[in-house]
């Protein structure tokens, strides 16, 4: 019961900061199998939480995570805050991370 627990806990997490966040970041990064994540990140205590990722492997599959669909057998919504400054991130237009999103 208390992974029941705790996922709920996240879950209401990650909805709470996605319902009240005003201000939103959108990031783009390559990586080396030639897949590309498109992320949505709110700050949160000093930080960047990321609440969407959306992963367009090069085979063309598209994942998509966010609190309602946190991890399935591929992978999941990265559980670590982001940093521009350190991680390959590129800023990215809110429009081309939509257009990722809703592909």
């Known amino acids: 019961m208390a992974d029941l627990e705790r996922m709920a806990e996240i879950v209401a997490y990650y909805r709470a900061l996605d319902e009240r966040a005003t201000l939103r970041h959108y990031f783009r990064h390559e990586d ?18 990321v609440l969407k ?3 367009l492997t090069s085979a063309g599959q598209l994942h998509r995570y966010s609190w309602e669909h946190l991890e399935d057998e591929r992978g999941g919504l990265t559980d670590q805050a ?6 390959p991130l590129e800023a ?3 429009e081309e991370f939509q257009r990722a999103w809703n592909r």
């Open 82 to 87: 982001i940093d521009p400054e350190v991680d």
């Open 32 to 49: 080396e199998e030639g897949g590309r994540w498109y992320i949505e990140a709110v700050p949160d205590r000093g930080e960047l939480i």
């Open 53 to 55: 990722q959306a992963e």
């Open 92 to 94: 990215i237009p809110g």
